[in-house]
């Protein structure tokens, strides 16, 4: 079954090609499909598939008694041929894949990550100020990057009645703070307590001292050491980033991987300033993994997922616990429940299974502040 799909998104590639460069001409017909199953030596349904697929793209119609022709500019189905362009490509991509051995789970895989990357380099623009919606329906998020939380926008809007997740990258402690100035109505973080050795707990109390909040948990993930392919140092501890001559690329101040990383070079007694590059400041995983990935530096901290999507090498020096955190007043409401629902649920293990490092078993559990 899987390779009559696969030829039969052969044939479809191969007359879309042929319909964009125009050689096949507007209400020319395509070949009968008992002629066009001879000549790629398939059986009629494979064929009739490929012209179903080119028909829903609106590059052809099929009429009764006289077969499948090519759309004319008078029809209003025929999408630009800037989008079947588009669509060729993508496809050119999977068969390619398929081809290669690969699966097209992996090679769905590829795209989401190339898409997260891309949206990663959008979201390094400039910030802006953290959206303010009050529309029913949406959820104001801040808090720490993730790519996990770009499947959770993509989920949410796949619901029956969707939900608008709307984001500002700031920090885990800059999420905090914009939930304490009702600025969001959720604060991502994994933020590291020294004095309890814990996650988050801390942190929340001190800066919402005296209200009850919920800390559902995302997921556990896995934070190194990000290593350039060109570097041929290795980095095995935090001690080798006294080694002479390296570039650091950093995380920005109030970050949960900038904190952690404070904290432990002070217990170990590294001297930031000998670090070069330790005054840099990237606003995401994505975006450290990225300048090391085009030569920028020679290591970064940041999440193996991110250090994967761009082929780096990885040390794992913790397993942190990253939650999403919310006053008990809006716990309860629609939007939120459907959010907490997806964590609980196995369509987000299968969803984000894709992100490596990460430990998903206790998704969606929830603790209390108070």
Known sequence: MESQSLLSNQIAETFRRRIITGDLAQGERLPSIRQAASDFNCAPGTVSRAYSQLADEGLVISH?????????????????????TLVNQAERFLLQSLALGETPERAMEALRIASLRWEDIRESRPEQETPVSTQTGSIRFSGSHDMAINVLVKML????????????????????????????????????????????????????????LALVTLFHRELGMMISPSCRL?????????????????????????????????????????????????????????????????????TRSAADSYGLRFTTLVQERYELVCRE????????????????????????????????SQSGTVRWAL
């Not at 984001?167 to 109505?185: H, K, N, T, V, Y």
């Open 64 to 84: 009764a008694g006289s077969g499948t022709v090519v759309s004319d500019d008078s029809s209003r189905e025929r999408p630009s041929l800037q989008w079947a």
């Open 157 to 212: 809007q796949d619901l029956p009645e969707p939900v608008r997740l709307d984001i500002e990258f700031a920090g885990s402690l800059g999420g905090l703070i914009a939930l304490s100035q009702d600025r969001a109505d959720i604060a991502g973080t994994h933020l590291w307590d020294k004095s309890s050795d814990s996650y988050n707990l801390p942190f929340v109390r001190r800066i919402m001292p005296g209200e009850q």
């Open 234 to 302: 290795s980095f095995d501890s935090l001690e080798d980033l006294g080694q002479t001559g390296i570039t650091f690329v950093n995380r920005q101040p109030g970050s949960g991987t900038r904190v952690w990383l404070d904290a432990q070079l002070r217990n170990k007694g590294i001297d930031t300033s000998a670090i070069g590059g330790y005054h840099s400041s990237f606003p995401t995983h994505l975006s450290v993994a990225r300048v090391l990935a085009e030569g920028g530096g020679d290591v970064g901290l940041g």
């Open 329 to 360: 007043s809006t716990f309860h409401q629609s939007e939120m429940t459907l959010l907490f629902e997806l964590l609980d649920s196995t369509d987000f293990t299968r969803a984000a299974e894709h992100l490596s490092g990460c430990d998903f």
